[in-house]
């Protein structure tokens, strides 16, 4: 064990941890909308558009998340380049950061997999909630943005909490598309002197030590929005 590369490469891959979050934060940031869209499409059986949302999400969930990237991230760059040489675009589209095309997979994957949860946690308030809300003179998106949604959301905090570890996790990936993140340093800096296991265990404390942080939060975000839930009970 070769504790002075141990060390230098942790401080190394420290210098990854703004970019992984980064992706993680606007990757949650650009999925959120439509994956409520989608779970409320989904939960009120609205015609034609539940199916197309259906298979979209068996599709993601039913693919490996590395199969996506470089389906996505390589399929994507080919249409991209074609479409501008057509139109005679002068843009470089491998001049275009890989952090972009990381957070669009990520967003697709992430997408599909928080309407679930948001789908599940709707399923889990009462319809007589929004029945209650409608008798006062509240609209329906009213009531479902004031009385179901935010009990929903307490229902919905411990799988959005693992869905933002996996999130977090899953970024690990993005070195397939040249991003240089926590794991593409530390394999970037192993690969120089073949010291695998160090480097290795540099990604296992930092992933660990973000995973923790994560968790800690959504601990204390549920206890403040636990009163939703006791004012609903």
Same mark, same amino acid.
């Given at each position: ?7 230098? #490469?942790?401080? %190394? ?14 990757? %949650? ?21 539940? !199916? ?28 991209? #380049?074609v479409w501008f040489e057509k139109n005679n675009v002068s843009i470089n589209v491998f001049d275009i950061s ?16 928080m309407s679930e949860v948001v789908r599940s946690a709707l399923l889990t308030v009462d319809k007589g909630q ?31 909490? #693992? ?23 530390? !394999? ?39 009163r939703y839930k006791a004012i609903a009970d």
């Open positions: 064990m070769k504790w002075h590369f141990l060390y230098r #490469t942790f401080l %190394l891959c420290l210098k990854g941890v703004p970019t992984t979050l980064l992706i993680t934060i606007l990757t %949650l940031v650009f999925s959120s909308i439509p994956a409520i869209g989608i779970a409320v499409i989904r939960s009120k059986r609205v015609p034609v558009l539940q !199916k197309i949302c259906s298979v979209y999400v068996s599709f993601i969930r039913g693919t490996p998340a590395i199969v996506q990237i470089y389906l996505l991230y390589n399929t994507l760059a080919s249409i991209l #380049t890989p952090i972009v095309f990381a957070v669009i997979v990520f967003t697709l994957n992430i997408t599909a997999t929004m029945e209650a809300a409608v008798s006062i003179g509240l609209s329906e998106l009213q009531g479902f943005l004031r009385v179901v949604f935010p009990q929903a959301l307490v229902s919905a905090i411990p799988n959005l909490c #693992t869905l933002i570890v996996n999130l977090i996790k899953m970024t690990s990936l993005a070195f397939a598309m040249t991003v240089k993140d926590i794991t593409a340093i530390a !394999k970037i800096e192993a690969g120089s002197s073949y010291n695998y296991i160090e480097a290795y265990l540099d990604i296992f404390v930092i992933y660990l030590i973000l995973c923790i942080v994560i968790e800690k939060m959504f601990q204390k975000l549920e206890r403040n929005l636990s």
